[in-house]
């Protein structure tokens, strides 16, 4: 069951992440968050987007994640751990892409 569950979320989030700005300012830093590395990040978004991940993600977390950009197969690997070390974090993850979704779409 907790793999049925996971892979839905797991799907969404990769997809967002590769379709918006998300993927790179979830894990940019305060000095990087004007440019994202992205074609038309705006600073405002950027900045939105930090604020929720500082919000809602540790340092750790936040470094944890843009690992995942990386390293793609790394994402996998925590999604399917029955850790629940990587359980935690994932819910703490899953909460950073619904609060940034929530306060900085549109």
């Given at each position: 069951m907790r793999l049925?569950?996971?892979?839905?979320v797991?799907?969404?989030?990769?997809?967002?992440?590769?379709?918006?700005?998300?993927s790179t300012a979830a894990v940019a830093t305060r000095s990087r968050a004007p440019?994202?590395?992205r074609p038309g990040a705006t600073r405002a978004m950027c900045g939105c987007?930090?604020?929720?991940?500082d919000q809602t993600l540790s340092n750790a977390?936040?470094?944890r994640a843009a690992s995942f950009f990386k390293d793609p197969d790394k994402a996998h690997k925590?999604?399917?751990?029955?850790?629940?070390?990587?359980?935690?974090?994932?819910e703490r993850y899953k909460n950073f892409g619904a609060t940034a979704e929530a306060y900085c779409a549109g």
């Open positions: 049925t569950m996971k892979k839905p797991l799907l969404a989030t990769l997809a967002a992440a590769s379709l918006s700005v998300l440019a994202c590395g987007i930090q604020q929720a991940a977390d936040q470094r925590v999604w399917l751990s029955k850790s629940d070390k990587d359980d935690e974090f994932w």
